[in-house]
C-alpha cells in the first residue's frame, strides 16, 4: 500500500516517478507526483485468489513470478500458454491519501499506459476507458479521491475476445500476413485479430517472435495534484543555426482554471537564460520564450563528432508552486532529401548541412515483454550499435513506440533514428472511432519524442504499400474492385491524411515519409523504378536469388535486407535440452519461426561452403554465411553511393532466443554478423570486387578529408608465401566512393592455382594500414584449405586479457569461444595469416588458468564432413 501523506509527497516518490519514464520532467515539491507502483495484487478475472503483482509489468510476467506459468522461452512451453490472452484480468492496489492533498484544487491520475482494453475504476467509480496501449491517459480524480484508503482497479479485457468481436463486425476481410499466427494462438475460427487492437503486432507472433498477447499496467500510474496552473508541455524548438548562434524558442503550454500572471524562465545548462512574467487565463495557455546559444557545439551523428547536448529547462513559477520539464537538446539541423538529380530522385539525410550516408539496421524490441527490459540492457544494445560504426536505428512498426530511455542513449551515442509509426504489413481498419484512436495515439508519441535530437524522421508504416497495392494503377485507383477501393481509401486516410497532419501540427519541422519501402505517396519502388526511394530487398532468402543479386538490386536507400542464422550454442541452453540440439526437432524447428527459414540456410551454405560435420558446426557455419553474405551487401551499398545514401540490414537484436536474422542475440552475444557489419561499417571501406574478370579497388570514405595514399596489393599462398604484389598511388575522397585501381582476375592471378591463394589488399598512408581487405578467388567449398596450427598467448589486462594469435598456415574464420563461461571478445570470426600476429581484446573475469581451460579457437578446416 502505498502511502500519499504530504511528507512523502515532497520528496522521494517524486523522483521515482520521473525514474520510470515521463516526459523527462522534473518536477519539484510544489507538485505531487508519486508512482502508484507498489501493493499491487493480480488474478485471473472469476478467480478467487489474488496474487502479488509488478507494476509497470504484465500478466505473464505476474504468472511467471508467481510460479503460475513455466518459462514461456524454454522448449515448447510458450504454445502451453495460448489460454492466457482469451481471458480477463484484474489489477488492484490500495493507497492512503492524506487530508492536506484533497485541499489541492487539482488532483489527477495519469496514466502512461494500459495493455490495452482497461476499465479503472476508482472507490467503486469508473473513472476511464482505454483501448489503446500507445496512447497516454489523464484523468481528473479529484471527486473520487478521499481521505485514507482508496482503493484503484484496472479491469484487462482479454484482446483476443475484443479482437473477434471487431474482427466479426467489420463486415469485410483486411488482408493479414501470416505474421499474425491465428492458428498457433488457438484463435477460434483462426481469425486474424491483431490489426483490430493498438498494441504492439509481434505481440500475436511475427516470424521471428513468439505469440503471447500480453495485458497489463504496463507504464507508470501517476498521481498528480496541484493549485490554479500547471505546466503540460515544453517543446524545445531550433528555429536556425550558424556558426556563431542558434536560435531556439521554448513553447510553454500551461493549463490554468483562472486567470492570473505566473513567471516563466528558461535556463541552459542550470544558467537563466530568459525569464519573463505572463497572464494567465483559463483553459490551456501557450506561450513562446525565445533563446540563443552563442558559438553552439553541434550535434553531430557517430563517426563524424560529438553528439553535443544542451540541458534545457523551462520553469513555470505560480503563486507557491514551481514546475520544470527539461530536456537535452542537440543543435543541429537533419533533413531528409528528395530532389529530382540525373539519377532519379534523391534519398539522402543531410545533417548539419552534409549529406550522410546512412549506416545501421533494423531494431526490434528487445523482449517480447517489454517492461523487463533493464536500463542497463538498452544501454547495451545501443552501445552495440555505436560500436559497430552506426549512424542510424530504424524503429520498426511491428513494435511499440520506444521508452525514453532509447532515444535518451541515441541521442548520447549519435544514432540517427527512423522512427517509423506503429503499423506494419498488415491492413488496418479506416473506421472514424479508429482513425481517431491513432490519431490521438500519434499526438501522446509525436509529443513525447518531438524533443529527441535523434529522431530523423517520422515513417507512416511498414511494408503495407508495397503487400498490399503493388501496381502504381491500382494505386491510382481506377480499376478497383468496390472492396479494394475502400482498402485503398482506408490506407490512404491513414496514412495520406491522419498521420502526417499529426506530425505537421506537432512536430513541422520532422520529414514524414508515408510508408517503407516507398517512392513517394501511394508509389511502390520496384513499380515506379529503384532510383526513386526507398526499397526493401528480400530476393536473396525469399526467392532464393544468388546472393551476387545483392550487388545489382540497390536503390536510393536500402532500408531492410536481411539473412538468418541461429544463436550460438550457449544461448540455445537457455530453451533447450542436448536432445534438442539438431535441425529437425521439435524445439528447435519451434524457435525458428520463418516457414522458409532453415530451407534457406541450407540453400545457401550448401552454395558456398560443404556440409558442416554436425550441429555446432552448423551453428557456426551458419554465422559465417550469414556474415559473409550481409558484408557482401552492405560493401555493394556503399560502393554504390552517391547513388545509394544508406544501408540498413534486418535486424539487430532478438525478442526471445530464436533462429533470425539478428546479427546480436537475445543474451545480447555478438554473432559472427555483428563483428563483420562493423568492419563494414568503418568509415574508410576497402572494398574489392570482380566484374566481368576484372578484379576493382573501391575505396568508400565517410571522412570529410581527400586525402592521399597507396593501395598494396599483395598475393598469397595459404603458406603465406608472396607470389605477387603490387603497389598504386592513389586517394580517398572525401565522402565520396573512389576505384582507385582495376586489374584483370587473370592478370593478377599469373596462372597460380585459384584455390589456393588468397589477395591481401591495404590502403596505406604515411606507412600505416588504413584499411584492409581480403579476397579469395573461389567460394569457401572450393578452397583448399589447410589445417592450420593456431599459437596463442594471452596478456592479462586491467579488464582481462590481450590475446595474441598466430598461425603457420591460413586459419579462416577463426572462432573464439569461452564455451559456457562470460567474456566477451572485441574481433572474433576473422581470418588470420600466416605471418600476420593478431591481438584481440577479451573482456573477461576468467582468470589466466580457468581462461586456458576454457578458451578455444575454431577455424572453418574442421568444420565439414570429411567424406566431402
Ligand atoms: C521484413 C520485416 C519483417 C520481417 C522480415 C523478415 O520485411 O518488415 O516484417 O520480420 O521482413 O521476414
Redesign the pocket.
Known sequence: MVSLTASVIAMGLVGEANAMGRVGGVIDQSIVEPSLSSGWQFRQAGSDEWLPATVPGCNHLDLLANKKIPDPFWRMNEADLQWIDKEDWEYKTSFEVAPGLLKKEHIELHFAGLDTYAEVSLNGSVILSADNMFREWDVDVKNQLKAGQNELHVFFRSPIVEGIKKHDALGYALRVGN?DRAEHGNVPGNKKVSVFTRKPGYHFG???GPRLVSSGIWRPITLKAWDQAQLRDLRIVQNSQSEKRASLSAFYEVESAAEGTADLVVRMDGNVTVETTVKLKPGTNSYRLDFEIKNPELWWCNGLGDPHLYQISGTLKQGKQTFSLSHRIGIRTVELVREKDDMGTSFYFKVNGVPIFMKGA?YIPNDIFITRVSDEKYRKVIQTAADSNFNMLRV?G?GFYENDIFYDLCDEMGILVWQDFMF??NLFPGDGAFLENVRQEAIDNVKRLRNHSCIAMWCGN??ILVSNFKEAEVVKGENFKPQEKQLWEDYDSLFHKVLPSVVKAEDPGRFYWSSSPSAGPGLVSRTVGLEHGDE?Y?GVW?QKKPYETYSTYIARFMS?Y?FQSFPELRTIKEFALPEDYGLTTDVMNHHQR?PVGNKAIEHYLLQSYRQPKDFEAFLYVGQVLQAELIKYAIEAHRRAMPFCMGTLY??LNDCWPVAS?SSMDSSLRWKAEQYFVKKAFEPLLLSPFEKEGILEFHLVNDALLTRPGKLRLQLLDFDGKVLWKKSVDGEILANGEKTVFSIPRSELLQGQDDQKVVLLAEWVESDAVQADALFYFRRVKDLSLPKPNVDVAFAPVEDGFDITLKTDRLAKNCYLTLGDDDGFFEDNYFDLLPGKEVAVHLKTKLDRESLKRVFVCRTLDGAFETKQ
Request: proline residues 0%; contains cysteine; charged residues 15%.
Open positions: 505474421n511475427w516470424d521471428w533494423n520498426w511491428g506494419a504489413c511498414n511494408e526493401h528480400w525469399h531492410e536481411g520463418s534486418w535486424q536474422w
